[in-house]
């Protein structure tokens, strides 16, 4: 039994294809806390034992739960502008007006806490790596943001750079270097014929899964190393949603390949980082 209380055989497929799923659920995945989903258009819902962040990929909507009233949204898609986003609390009954797709990021909590809107101007950016391995970081849900679990950040990545690199972990918990996270990875490209390749890999779990990763894709991360490279000719996006027993990000790096941080020193950034202003 590994550190995520997942046992290291007997799990689902970690790469869902675009249009054969719709939500990740903690049974579906086989974890404790994290959930992520995708919706399109107007619906209603109640967030239950969860906390949520909706994130606008595009279109405008309006929120509207016993706790108040928000309006978010407005880029065309997420290669055309900063994110928004709205957390909502557990035991909340919601209704969303709009026309658009949103994702729905969650986790199980305990506590029920505040509503907090974030708007593009709430959002730090951050510029990570060098040379090749450049990629704009926004954070949504950092882990100085008052919720429970959940983490939230959108990675966009210019044609043929790697991003999530070194490949690092975060399934074994030992804080302050690393600590245990559940994390999905979903994939946005600018166009259907656009592609990366995914890595994840776990000695310990036997593990050592490369995939072309498309639109609309969802890879699942319980465990393992795990780095991704975007195609030649076209840059990717993809959304992480992250859940965790500790209010942390910290991950470790595959020791094989840490040596590669202290090169960055050597290299400049890709100029054509961020992406998205």
Same mark, same amino acid.
């Given at each position: 039994?590994?550190?995520?209380?997942?046992?290291?055989?007997?799990?689902?497929?970690?790469?869902?294809?675009?249009?054969?799923?719709?939500?990740?659920?903690?049974?579906?995945?086989?974890?404790?806390?994290? %959930?992520?989903?995708?919706?399109?258009?107007?619906?209603?819902?109640?967030?239950?034992?969860?906390?949520?962040?909706?994130?606008?990929?595009?279109?405008?909507?309006?929120?509207?739960?016993?706790?108040? *009233?928000?309006?978010?949204?407005?880029?065309?898609?997420?290669?055309?502008?900063? @994110? $928004?986003?709205?957390?909502?609390?557990?035991?909340?009954?919601?209704?969303?007006?709009?026309?658009?797709?949103?994702?729905?990021?969650?986790?199980?909590? *305990?506590?029920?806490?505040?509503?907090?809107?974030?708007?593009?101007?709430?959002?730090?950016?951050?510029?990570?790596?060098?040379? +090749?391995?450049?990629?704009?970081? +926004?954070?949504?849900?950092? @882990?100085?943001? @008052?919720?429970?679990?959940?983490?939230?950040?959108?990675?966009?990545?210019?044609?043929? +750079? $790697?991003?999530?690199?070194?490949?690092?972990?975060?399934?074994?918990?030992?804080?302050?270097?690393?600590?245990?996270? *559940?994390?999905?990875?979903?994939?946005?490209? @600018?166009?259907?014929?656009?592609?990366?390749?995914?890595?994840?890999? %776990?000695?310990?779990?036997?593990?050592?899964?490369?995939?072309?990763?498309?639109?609309?894709?969802?890879?699942?991360?319980?465990?393992?190393?795990?780095?991704?490279?975007?195609?030649?000719?076209?840059?990717?996006?993809?959304? +992480?949603?992250?859940?965790?027993?500790?209010?942390?990000?910290?991950?470790?790096?595959?020791?094989?390949?840490? $040596?590669?941080?202290?090169?960055? %020193?050597?290299?400049?950034?890709?100029?054509?980082?961020?992406?998205?202003?």
């Amino acid at each position: 039994m590994s550190d995520t209380g997942l046992s290291d055989t007997g799990l689902s497929d970690l790469l869902l294809r675009a249009g054969t799923w719709q939500d990740v659920t903690p049974d579906s995945a086989g974890w404790r806390h994290l %959930s992520f989903g995708i919706r399109s258009g107007s619906f209603g819902a109640e967030t239950g034992e969860f906390e949520i962040a909706l994130v606008p990929l595009s279109g405008r909507f309006r929120v509207t739960s016993g706790d108040g *009233e928000w309006e978010l949204g407005g880029r065309e898609h997420v290669f055309a502008g900063m @994110p $928004w986003a709205l957390y909502l609390p557990r035991e909340s009954t919601y209704r969303v007006e709009g026309d658009g797709e949103l994702a729905l990021c969650g986790a199980r909590c *305990e506590e029920r806490r505040d509503p907090q809107l974030v708007r593009p101007d709430d959002v730090e950016i951050e510029v990570r790596g060098a040379g +090749n391995a450049t990629r704009q970081i +926004n954070h949504l849900l950092k @882990p100085e943001f @008052p919720a429970e679990r959940l983490l939230v950040v959108e990675v966009f990545t210019p044609a043929g +750079n $790697w991003s999530s690199y070194p490949p690092h972990k975060h399934d074994e918990d030992r804080p302050p270097g690393e600590v245990v996270l *559940e994390e999905t990875y979903y994939f946005r490209t @600018p166009a259907p014929e656009a592609f990366a390749v995914q890595r994840l890999y %776990s000695p310990r779990h036997g593990l050592d899964l490369t995939e072309t990763v498309r639109d609309g894709d969802v890879l699942l991360v319980p465990y393992g190393y795990h780095t991704t490279a975007a195609a030649h000719g076209y840059d990717l996006y993809y959304l +992480n949603a992250l859940a965790g027993d500790r209010r942390s990000m910290a991950a470790a790096d595959d020791p094989g390949l840490a $040596w590669i941080r202290g090169a960055w %020193s050597e290299l400049r950034p890709d100029p054509r980082v961020p992406l998205v202003r």
